[in-house]
């Protein structure tokens, strides 16, 4: 069973940066393309951030030019690295597969406040 563990959140000021990561369990996660998703309060969970197997990645346009994903397969870690970051990035954010879910984990906070 896949498991998926976030952590990195916190709290930042307006154009900090922070990096996420995320560890998965189980066997096949190279194959998988995986994505960052958020959820902000009151609102729907979105995807910002996604790269396939083989390293190609696509952004939403709101974190376009600030956000990096990555991953490391060996180590079974997808990451997101957070530039200039804004207050309406503020949300919990949470990895999973792009197209085919597994659990959702327990996400990282993100706080973006002066």
């Known amino acids: 069973q896949v498991q998926l563990v976030e952590s990195g959140g916190g709290l930042v000021q307006p154009g900090g940066s922070l990096r996420l990561s995320c560890a998965a369990s189980?066997?096949?996660?190279?194959?998988?393309?995986m994505g960052w998703y958020r959820q902000a309060p009151g609102k729907q969970r979105e995807l910002v951030a996604a790269?396939?197997?083989?390293?190609?990645?696509n952004y939403a346009d709101s974190v376009k030019g600030r956000f990096t994903i990555s991953r490391d397969n060996a180590k079974k870690t997808v990451y997101l690295q957070m530039n200039n970051l804004k207050p309406e990035d503020t949300a919990v954010y949470y990895c999973?597969?792009?197209?085919?879910?597994?659990?959702w984990g327990q996400g990282t906070q993100v706080t973006v406040s002066s």
């Open positions: 999973n597969r792009q197209f085919t879910w597994v659990n």
């Open positions: 189980g066997s096949g996660f190279s194959i998988y393309a």
């Open positions: 790269i396939r197997s083989g390293g190609n990645t």
